[in-house]
């Protein structure tokens, strides 16, 4: 039955959506800190507000541009000292294209989450029903508690974990298959294996610093998300029970009389 309403869209705001790819829901965010996932990695910020489609977008720009233009390249030898072979590295074609998405990409995120503030609030007052429960031909998924050091810790052993431990696919398979693609090309693994066998000038050699800087983004990236979602989730999974609870069991005439003493 809930699923009909959500269907019909019986109400005017749903505070979430429950579906066998994930839980999407509305809940306050700080905008500076969305805007800041922004400004660390283009795309970042839409992702943690579940905007999946121009997050993906800014993403896979971020990763082209930077790439083509060097800047990461140019930020190690800058962070070495060596301002001038910073300077020749960057590609200009490409830097100045990159600036003004790069700063759409921050105010965006920014505006967005201000907005995505107002609709939460709105949401909140509505108290509109959702589905907790969905199953299809695929998946299965429902509301649940879950402890979030547990999606932290999956998500330092490797991104995408976290994400799959609550269930949200699409952040899964995205962090996991860019986090393939970060490891394979800038051979860190085999700088790993060259470290351990004690080789450290060849494993500092062997590395591609210019694919290598992504992966501080997308590590912390993968934790947060993972942490702040099963957070909130846990919450959700609360105010539901309340609903279905007072719904089902409290009598209706049932009120609660604040300040005043009962015998």
Known sequence: MDNFNNIENKFRRYKAYVSTAGTTQFHLRNPYIIAWWSAAFPGFGHLLLSKYLRGLVLFIWEVVVNYHAKINLAMVHSFCGNIELAKESLDTRWMLMYIPVYIFGIWDSYRTCIDMNKVALLAEREDAPFNSFSIGALEINYLDKRKPEMSVLWSLFMPGLGQLHIHRVLSAFFSLIWTIIFLYFSKALIAVQLLFLGNIQQATFVLDKQWLLYMPSMWGFAV????????????????????????????????????????
Not at 228 to 257: C, D, G
């Open 224 to 263: 947060y998300d993972s942490y702040m979602n099963t957070v909130e989730n846990n919450k959700l999974y609360n105010w539901e029970q309340r609903a279905f609870l007072i719904k089902q069991f409290q009598h209706p005439n049932f009120s609660i009389k604040k300040g005043k003493v009962v015998d």
